[in-house]
């Protein structure tokens, strides 16, 4: 059903730019977009190999209510992942075109794409941290109090996602997805043998296997972080994004320092006191140039 609303919208969204026509099937054409895109083919199909493959093997692990936990923090964490979805979709289309027209423009938006996501990210992601018992009691209800500890992790593994999506959008527009597929392959690969030995010590440890799952998460989404950024063009990042980063943790550490000890309150408060420091504290720390505000004010109209 969501599929088919959101076919309708953007119908009729393409509609109103132009109008629809349906031609005669071309299968010259066909043939010729087959074969263009069989390595888009598959990278995403690993893609969703690596995103379902810790499900299986956790599956074979642990009992099904373990796996009930798993799949409810699992369930949270990609609900969040539509804002580096949403706004690469916008981005996507402008690195495509300034990877023919300048590359220098073309690193500035990359520069700056990787600044707002990880300003977005980290508020998120560790704000994920501190709220996951409350946030998991009101969503899935207190039988589900365990999937918490595993939504807390998923925070960390939210951070290096968002990045990773922008890493991987930026090396598909710049035609590299051949070597940012074998990146994936790899750490898909890898995520077994990760669970093999991280769920069965996490279930002897902490009585909760599917935590093992998440930690193999953040360790494959670092992996691939690293070699996305391996792959860039040189200069694609630089000094300033470390620098940048570096300073948005430090205004991360003191929201979710502000907020640990209000986690257990009604959910809004810990939320509004975040959210009042994360904004403080950037201000203080400068993370948004003028530049930045002037896009975010374009963006809002």
Request: hydrophobic share 55%; net charge neutral; with cysteine.
């Amino acid at each position: 059903l969501g599929s088919i609303i959101g076919f309708v919208i953007q119908f009729t969204a393409l509609r109103r730019i132009q109008q629809v026509k349906l031609e005669k099937f071309d299968w010259t054409l066909s043939q010729i977009i087959l074969k263009a895109s069989f390595p888009f083919l598959i990278l995403n199909g690993f893609l969703v190999f690596y995103a379902q493959v810790d499900i299986v093997i956790i599956s074979l692990l642990v009992s099904d209510e373990a796996l009930g936990w798993y799949g409810a923090a699992d369930r949270l964490f990609n609900t969040l992942l539509f804002i580096p979805t949403v706004f690469m979709g916008a981005v996507f289309p402008a690195l495509s075109r300034l990877h023919v027209e300048g590359w220098e423009k073309m690193a500035n938006l990359s520069r700056l794409s990787f600044n707002l996501l990880f300003l977005a990210a980290v508020p998120i992601g560790l704000g994920m941290i501190a709220i996951a018992d409350p946030l998991i009691a009101l969503v899935f209800g207190q039988d589900f109090l365990e999937s918490a500890p595993i939504l807390k992790v998923f925070g960390v593994v939210l951070i290096l996602t968002y990045q990773n999506i922008l890493v991987g959008s930026f090396l598909i527009s710049t035609d590299r997805q051949g070597p940012w597929t074998k990146v994936i392959i790899l750490a898909a690969l890898a995520s077994i043998p990760l669970d093999l030995i991280l769920v069965p010590w996490c279930q002897e440890t902490f009585n909760n296997g599917a935590i093992g799952g998440a930690i193999a998460f953040v360790i494959t989404e670092a992996f691939m972080l690293a070699g996305g950024i391996y792959l860039l063009p040189k200069g694609t990042l630089g000094w300033a994004n470390l620098s940048f980063a570096l300073r948005t943790l430090l205004a991360g550490g003191v929201m979710l320092t502000a907020v640990w000890g209000l986690r257990n309150h009604f959910l809004l408060i810990p939320i509004a006191v975040g959210v009042t420091v994360y904004v403080i504290c950037v201000v203080v720390l400068r993370l948004i140039s003028p530049e930045t505000w002037q896009i975010l004010k374009h963006a809002s109209k």
